[in-house]
């Protein structure tokens, strides 16, 4: 199934490709900008948790509406990244350049009125925008049981983002909102609503529901931890994004939370003005005090604990298939 839902996101950005060619090509510029982030690459972590919910839960493998919904989270996440991108100021994702350095690259090129820097800024805004309606569109025949959890999944998105760009600007070593954040941002957004999204398409029983909520906590705050840790410690050659990007948008992290809250070294390295600290210097405490240990330990923790929750839910062959994709999330790469 999760074949047909690239051929559906493709299909529909092809349609709107061909729509927008006849009515006025500059707005290709727009689409494309969704399509490239599509098309970039990424996990598909979102769309493959549904997938397996939904067959867990003696969904039909045929089922036109549940490919639909799982295309609909991809799109979510399409438009969480520009907007995330924008937000961060990053000027890398997945190895290339970020819609709004690339649309800002053109602005200039073509020699235009204005501000280069916010025409592509409000270009990445305005794609991220375009992503969610095309996710609306999807999802035009999702049961209402399903079209529920996509309306708390996308509050909670919203919610989640705002209240990490809070926490950035108010800068207090605070782990139980920064744990928060990562089970709204994470937790629920990743793995537990998508999860819930395919239990309720085929049906499944309440009880589901339980399991996934556990399974999908656990999972998406060890998700988060190693974001945190990629971020920290990764390879941009590898992740294809700026390394130390936290460190430079003051992000409270879970990592930085720990750090700060339990290690008198950084915290006195640090004080309140994290984008100044040398990142280099950061990095090389942060190794010094064993907090890279540290996190990975938590991330095993929550591993298991994701597992346990649907080991005795689910029959054998799906406990093991979220097992797999548990240890891919929580122990990838980039």
Excluded at 179 to 196: E, H, M, N, Q
Aim: glycine share 6%.
């Amino acid at each position: 199934m999760l074949a047909r839902v690239e051929e559906r996101l493709a299909a529909l950005l092809a349609q709107e490709r061909a729509y927008w060619s006849e009515q006025n090509p500059d707005a290709l510029e727009l689409v494309d900008c969704v399509g490239a982030m599509v098309a970039s690459g990424g996990k598909r972590l979102r769309p493959a948790f549904c997938i397996a919910a939904y067959l867990a839960a003696g969904g039909d493998p045929e089922s036109e509406v549940a490919v639909d919904a799982a295309a609909a989270l991809e799109l979510m996440h399409t438009s969480a990244l520009l907007h995330d991108d924008v937000l961060d100021e990053s000027e890398l994702r997945r190895g290339g350049p970020t819609a709004h350095v690339l649309h800002a690259t053109l602005h200039r090129e073509r020699d235009w009125h204005g501000d280069a820097r916010h025409y592509g800024q409000s270009v990445a805004m305005l794609a991220g925008n375009l992503a969610i309606v095309y996710a609306e569109r999807l999802l035009a025949h999702c049961p209402p049981a399903a079209r529920s959890v996509w309306g708390e999944l996308s509050t909670e998105l919203m919610v989640g983002q705002f209240l990490d760009v809070r926490a950035a600007a108010r800068f207090q070593p605070d782990i139980p909102l920064a744990r928060w954040i990562a089970l709204f941002k994470s937790g629920r957004y990743t793995v537990y609503r998508p999860l819930a999204v395919g239990a309720m398409l085929a049906g499944g029983s309440p009880e589901l529901l339980t399991p996934f909520e556990e399974y999908g906590l656990a999972l998406g705050e060890a998700f988060q931890l190693r974001d945190d840790l990629l971020d920290a410690f990764g390879d941009t050659d590898i992740t294809g994004k700026p390394a130390r990007l936290d460190f430079k948008q003051h992000k409270m992290t879970l990592l930085m939370s720990f750090a700060l809250q339990d290690e008198p070294e950084v915290k006195a390295l640090v004080g309140d003005d994290l984008p100044n600290t040398d990142p280099e210097e950061l990095h090389a405490l942060l190794l010094k005090t064993g907090m890279k240990d540290r996190v990975e330990s938590v991330i095993e923790e929550r591993l298991k604990v994701a597992n346990d929750a649907v080991s005795a839910a689910l029959p054998a062959e799906w406990a093991a298939e979220l097992h797999a994709m548990a240890r891919a999330a929580a122990y990838r790469e980039k």
